[in-house]
């Protein structure tokens, strides 16, 4: 998958909007594999900066979006527009209406 990133506090974020996000993971569900999705806020950030885990967590995800909107508006202030907010709350929901649509295995 061809990325656009912008580096928010040293984690690479995704630039998508919410519906290309969906479509990613659709793709990845698509094509099979292990792949996971990390959200970043502004507490996750600093987190990372302390947490070598987490941190390489973040940086070997399918996907990293843009949880906080202190993440959106840093990414702002250094010159780089992120699409939007991509919640994990609101991707939690269209996920799960997408494997119902589709037929996919939803595991909690």
């Known amino acids: 998958m061809s990325r656009s990133r912008v580096n928010v506090a040293g984690i690479d974020v995704d630039n998508l ?16 594999g292990p792949h996971y999705l990390c959200v970043i806020n502004a507490a996750k950030a600093v987190a990372a900066s302390r947490d070598a885990k987490l941190d390489d967590a973040l940086r070997r995800a399918a996907l990293v979006t843009a949880d906080g909107m202190s993440v959106v508006w840093a990414a702002r202030l250094l010159g780089k527009r ?5 919640t994990g709350i609101d991707l939690f929901e269209r996920l799960v209406a997408q494997a119902a649509a589709r037929g996919w295995s939803v595991f909690f």
């Open 82 to 86: 992120l699409k939007e907010r991509v």
């Open 17 to 32: 909007s919410e519906e290309e996000t969906v479509a990613a993971i659709a793709r990845m569900m698509e094509a099979g």
